[in-house]
């Protein structure tokens, strides 16, 4: 019986350590003076795209205006919720490791498809070139150009 109480314990403290994670991931109001959020479950998403989708390449990979354009259609329509310069706001920060170390190709396809259920749009109404130019933008903040190499998918 003492087991029995143990273990029903060890669950329920469980279960309040879940909750608290699902608050704070559907929360829409950081903290004022947050750091960016840097949560690795927030970028889950990304991992999700097919292969296929992954390995396309930016076809504006080196058309040298792509990447001003795409910060004009980012301050359009992306910084209301990922703030200015992509630094994080209601949605989070594009900055982050886990974005700027995915695939274009996988960008590409979250923007295609949004994460609808955690509230990032569908950007499909955007002609294809245009969200290769948002691609473009967003990887531009991580440091150089990706080079055929780091743009590879990983394994
Ligand atoms: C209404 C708010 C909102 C707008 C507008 C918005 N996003 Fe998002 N975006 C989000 C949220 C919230 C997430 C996190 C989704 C999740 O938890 O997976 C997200 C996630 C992302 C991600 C990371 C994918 C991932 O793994 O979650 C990228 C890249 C992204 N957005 C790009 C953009 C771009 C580019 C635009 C403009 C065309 C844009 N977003 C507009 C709310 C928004």
Redesign the pocket.
Known sequence: MKAMAAALAVCTSFIGVSVVLAQS?TS?KPPVGAAPKYDP??????QKAPEKARKRGNPLQNDPDAVAAGGI??EQ??A???GDGARGG???S?RAA??QGAAPGA?FW??TNG?VR????V?SK?PEPQRWQ?VRY?KSLGGPAPTAESSAPKP
């Open positions: 991931q829409d479950a927030i970028y889950a998403e990304l259609l980012f329509h992306c209301e919720c990922h209601k949605g989070p594009l886990e974005v960008i979250i923007l994460v955690k509230g990032m749009p950007w955007l948002l967003i």
